[in-house]
């Protein structure tokens, strides 16, 4: 988690604040992600990821039906 920290304070640093919202937006996105993994104990249904993945992703595409994965 330091190593997170540490990114997102390099980027304010650097007076990339849009950009360290952005970083720290995603950061969120992962643990939530990471801790639904933790409590289904592993047994993720891959469409339930795909939403969950494609909502936390919402606000940074800039097209409605590109995920970033194509």
């Known amino acids: ?3 997170f920290r540490e990114q997102l304070q390099l980027l304010k640093g650097a007076g990339w604040h849009a950009h ?9 996105s992962l643990r939530v992600i990471h801790t639904w993994a933790s409590v289904d104990g592993d ?6 990821v795909k939403y969950m993945a494609e ?4 606000p940074f595409m800039h097209n409605k039906g590109n ?3 194509e």
């Open 1 to 3: 988690m330091d190593y």
């Open 67 to 69: 995920t970033g994965t």
């Open 20 to 28: 360290a919202n952005e970083f720290a937006q995603c950061v969120r």
């Open 43 to 48: 047994r993720l249904d891959a469409t339930d």
């Open 55 to 58: 909502e936390a992703l919402k």
